[in-house]
């Protein structure tokens, strides 16, 4: 435990790296997946769940939780930490990727971004020193820099003036973001797929100075190949020594893959919403527990998973009670889902801590090649 934010970086194979996060609740281990808490909650999960499948961070969002409860009720309740019950570490996001995405009728300008809330139609005004703001009032322990994320495929002339418009709002973010000893701002890097605009971005984000980095605009619609060709490059414009976040990201093969190319730390929101729409994510690719073929099945969903879905629960009954809509199927479905992403994490620390990252890559892959078919 310690009283201010630092980044140890402990060892690297290849471009993968492993280290801790240090913070004042907590530690954090990297390669991190944070699990998404939207609206102040996992979804269909309790916070000392979410903990018990080895989550060291969570992550939680500006537009949401200013839209509703609102960031000054949160901040009179005693701030996001007590009022969702989880102690350990909580990074929220700017903002900015929701406004672009779910919100109506913006209206973008220097100042900031006007819209309308997608749940009341309400109108608001997001600018960067808002967006710290309710962030701070939020009581967050990694804040995200307000920026604009324009959806991908984009012009080349329309990426330049949106990155250039996230840079100069990201030194906003850093005057309002003050002096936090014990919290740390994140800057993000933009560019879309141009490989000078993100060499841009990220000198423009290494003089003002942040305290970790994370590579925006992507998983916005440009495909994994695409993605990965970004990815070859970009964390490697970003400082060594400090964390690299990359937004929104993803599938199991994603992560991997981000992991491989310098990536520290993501996020997304998949293991729980597709364990609330019957899917869930094993060793040997994605389980559909909807389809009939389970309803006779006594197996668990992954014979080497320890989590309770699979250690207490047959596929035939976890095929049951999607079906009958029970509540529970969400339940089990998304713990076993965050409880293999997590072990995903912690399989690639190992690894890389023990310089065996390719070999562990190489049967991640072999895995899944099998298919869910094969006998578990």
């Known amino acids: 435990m310690t009283a201010t934010f630092s980044f140890d970086l402990k060892a690297t194979d290849g471009k993968a790296r492993t280290g801790v996060i240090n913070t004042p609740r907590g530690d954090i281990r990297t390669p991190a997946f944070m699990p998404v808490g939207t609206a102040a909650t996992v979804k269909a999960m309790m916070p000392e769940s979410v903990a018990a499948t080895g989550a060291d961070i969570l992550l939680g969002n500006t537009y949401h939780l200013m839209l509703r409860p609102t960031a000054e009720r949160i901040d009179r309740l005693g701030g996001l930490h007590q009022f969702m019950n989880w102690?350990?570490?909580?990074?929220?996001?700017?903002?900015?990727?929701?406004?672009?995405?779910?919100?109506d009728l913006r209206k973008l300008t220097e100042e900031g971004v006007t819209f309308k809330s997608h749940i009341d139609g309400s109108r608001h005004h997001l600018t960067p020193e808002r967006s710290m703001e309710i962030q701070k009032l939020l009581g967050s322990d990694i804040v995200m820099c307000f920026d604009e994320c324009p959806a991908l495929p984009a012009d080349r002339k329309r990426i330049?003036?949106?990155?250039?418009?996230?840079?100069?709002?990201?030194?906003?973010?850093?005057?309002?973001?003050?002096?936090?000893?014990?919290?740390?701002?994140?800057?993000?890097?933009?560019?879309?797929?141009?490989?000078?605009?993100?060499?841009?971005?990220?000198?423009?984000?290494?003089?003002?100075?942040?305290?970790?980095?994370?590579?925006?605009?992507?998983?916005?619609?440009?495909?994994?190949?695409?993605?990965?060709?970004v990815l070859d490059f970009a964390p490697d414009q970003l400082p060594v020594d400090k964390p690299r976040y990359l937004m929104g990201v993803g599938k199991p093969d994603d992560i991997v893959g981000a992991v491989k190319r310098g990536i520290d730390m993501m996020d997304c929101v998949l293991p729980s919403r597709s364990g609330r729409t019957g899917q869930a994510f094993t060793r040997r690719g994605v389980v559909n527990i909807k389809n009939a073929r389970h309803a006779d099945d006594p197996r668990p969903l992954d014979a080497e998973c320890t989590c309770p879905a699979c250690s207490n629960y047959s596929r035939a009954y976890l095929h049951h009670v999607f079906r009958a809509q029970e509540m529970i199927s969400g339940m089990l479905l998304t713990w076993h889902n965050l409880h293999y992403f997590q072990e995903i994490m912690a399989g690639m620390r190992t690894a890389i801590a023990a310089g065996a990252f390719a070999d562990?890559?190489?049967?991640?892959?072999?895995?899944?090649?099998?298919?869910?078919?094969?006998?578990l």
């Open 87 to 103: 102690d350990k570490p909580i990074l929220t996001d700017s903002g900015g990727f929701q406004v672009m995405s779910l919100s």
């Open 160 to 229: 330049q003036e949106s990155m250039e418009l996230s840079m100069r709002w990201a030194q906003r973010s850093r005057d309002a973001f003050g002096d936090r000893p014990g919290h740390a701002l994140f800057g993000i890097q933009q560019g879309g797929l141009e490989e000078d605009l993100r060499g841009r971005s990220a000198e423009a984000l290494r003089a003002i100075e942040f305290d970790g980095y994370a590579v925006g605009g992507l998983a916005v619609g440009e495909g994994q190949e695409a993605m990965f060709k």
């Open 360 to 375: 562990w890559e190489a049967d991640f892959h072999a895995g899944r090649a099998k298919g869910d078919i094969a006998p």
